[in-house]
């Protein structure tokens, strides 16, 4: 034990006294945190549009202005001529058009039907749906202004409530998904790295001649930083509180409990890759390109998992940061307790256990 | 004097198998796995039913949701905490709560409520749910009006019809968004890497010594380093517009020689990126670290996975300095909507500008004494 210890002493040592490094292993997850957790967001606000008014009488300037004011609509320009539609999405200035026909408040009160249509610019799917169900709502407010004081018959009421996130913001979904990606990054290349420079160092060589057994080696590389992690995990849930706005609901030490384990199962990946690199730089390549692509695809916050098609789909439960994110939505943003994680927790126990088990199993005594 | 230059770079590439295989097939790989994967489109919103009414109306209200094809019904729970249960363990998106009564209440009283509860951790997926059910409930509400009300049909209200169109992508085709910028990302990643590890390269293995006794101007070496990889990059880029028509059907609206023209300056900044970062690293490693850390901000804040005005504004003009940002805009107005030259105009100058810096600087920067 007290081998151990000195073998721990001797990794944070190596930690501590490489300020550089160190600085940068506490920095970056705070830096990424920041500006992945406010820049990522699918949130439609702002879209720019423009209308197309033939009519210009009371009723369609006053929807106009109802639509300019809205928080998800920044009136930039009027256009005179479908043709200057088409010119105004070629340029990329608008994401939607609105056109009022001739005569519209005329048809409206003497025909009692007009129309108002909505042009999308729907290479961007999502956004275009979401527009126009916003102007479609604005319109629809308009004009149960204007009947409100007849009642129709056989009217359905419908009440929506928006649960857990009732402004609707995105960072609800995106910050537990960054958490994620940020921890997985950090951790995995950290170990990794620690490892393989030993060997590119040649001290593995003195390593390897001690007493000390494989087992205990790579556990005394993997606990000081995570510690580091840990300190990591706190900078980051704290950010997430205070500077992000997103609450934990759920219980912070069960949050801490869960986080923990994941770094556990990112420190066990990063000590396989370093078995099979040779060199910091494969290390680096690998945790880069083995991680990066496959934990922003496949955690489930960038991309719904449902939509893909079912090949991916079974690819995805080997990412263990799609379970650390169903983990965090439930605990940090639903406030579930631990009955409703515990599947998922087993999962990441066991990839860590699996990891762990092969990384010792492959764990080189002699040096090639 | 370029010409020597060229040939011995060249030379390096194509006798170095691992790294053609690199350049080539990890792109082809990509985009043939990433644009399956990256598909946003708001289907398949898993419905929780709780009826407390049990009745014709009821029973026909939940079969003209699930019939709109947006829906699938998941869960049919007898009390709303049940239902909720299924939303907390993720079985279920939106529960749709049929009152006791509800049949009754709307033909004799003529009002009835429905409630909805929509798991909104994903703030778009539930504002679009909850938008679909009530249009859907909107229909139906319609429907059992025409079935009570005969002729005079209602119309001394005033009714506003809404009608939208879709441009530039009719069938809501989520690959069709992805692809270009994907091919994109793709080109950026290969060109700036392999570009940034290229100097150090010579610098680590100690070549760059004999560079730096011969007769090589500093602008011919940069133009010697930079020419063989934009050859590279624009082959992976023919590559990729081939996949693109021939496996996604995409054919570009507007033309291929728009989005060469583009791609052409796009690249000479991009690699004088590569080769600035790589005259101020030492080592391998150092450039990788940086030249990932800058990939991967360039990646996430381009507007390839969420949409740029949705971002705090300061993020905006983060994005005003991403080179990356403007190709991926470009590409997609190029080939989604058809913008030509004029179209992109301001585009094109902000692109030659990054070029003329980054260039400008590598060249500076670049110095022929080690140490």
Known sequence: MKQFLIFVKKEWLHIWRDRRTLFILIWMPIVQIILYGFALTNEVKNSNIAIFDQSRDEATIQISDEIAASRYFNLVKNVYSYKDIGATFRKGKIRMAIVFPKNFRYDLLHSNRAQIQLIAD?????????????????????????????????????????????????????????????????????????IVKEKEMGTMEVILVSPLKPFRIIIAKAVPYLFVSLLNIISILLLSVYVLGVPIVGSIWLLMAESTLFTLTSLSLGILISNSAQTQQTAMFISMMSLFLPTLLFSGFLFPIENMPWPLQVISNVVPSKWYYIIVKNIMIKGLGFESVWQETTILIGMTAALLGISIYKFKIRLA | MLKFLLQKELKQIFRDPGIIRVLFIMPMVQL???????????????LGVVDHDHTEYSRKLVNKIVASGYFRLKDYSPTFKQGLKAIELDKTDLILEIPAHFERDLVDENKSTLFVAVDAINGVKAGLGGAYVQQIIGDYNQDVRDQWIQTPRYDEQPTIDVVSSDWYNPNMNYRVFMV??????????????????????????????????????????????????????????????????????????????????????????????????????????????????????????????????????????????????????????????GSGLADIGFQILAILGFAVFFNGWAILNYSKRTG
């Open chain 2, 180 to 337: 270009p910028g994907i091919l994109v990302m793709l080109v950026t990643m290969i060109g700036s890497s392999f570009a940034a590890n290229n100097i150090v390269r010579e610098k680590e293995m100690g070549t760059i010594e004999q560079i730096n006794v011969s007769p090589i101007k500093k602008y011919q070496f940069i133009l010697g380093k930079l020419i063989p990889f934009w050859l590279l990059a624009i082959s992976i880029l023919t590559i990729g517009l081939i996949i693109a028509r021939v496996i996604y059907g995409i054919v570009p609206l507007g033309s291929y020689f728009t989005i060469y023209a583009f791609a052409s300056i796009y690249l000479i900044a991009i690699l004088g990126l590569g080769l600035l970062l790589s005259t101020y690293a030492q080592t391998q490693q150092q450039s990788m670290l940086v030249s990932f850390f800058v990939t991967m901000i360039f990646n996430l804040l381009s507007g390839l996975y969420t949409p740029i005005e949705s971002m705090p504004v300061w993020a905006q003009w983060v994005t005003k300095f991403n080179p990356v940002s403007y190709f991926i805009e470009v590409m997609r107005m190029v080939m989604l909507k």
């Open chain 2, 32 to 46: 043939l796995i990433l644009p399956l994967a990256a598909d946003y489109e708001i289907k398949n919103i898993n």
């Open chain 1, 122 to 194: 729907a290479s961007d799917p999502n956004t275009a749906n979401t527009l126009t169900n916003y102007a479609s709502s604005i319109i629809n407010d308009y004009q149960q202004a204007v009947n409100q004081n007849a009642e129709l018959p056989y009217t359905i009421n419908t009440q929506v409530r928006m649960l857990y996130n009732p402004e609707l913001k995105g960072a609800y979904g995106f910050v537990p998904g960054v958490m994620a990606l940020v921890l997985m990054l950090v951790c995995t290349m950290m170990t990794s790295i620690a």
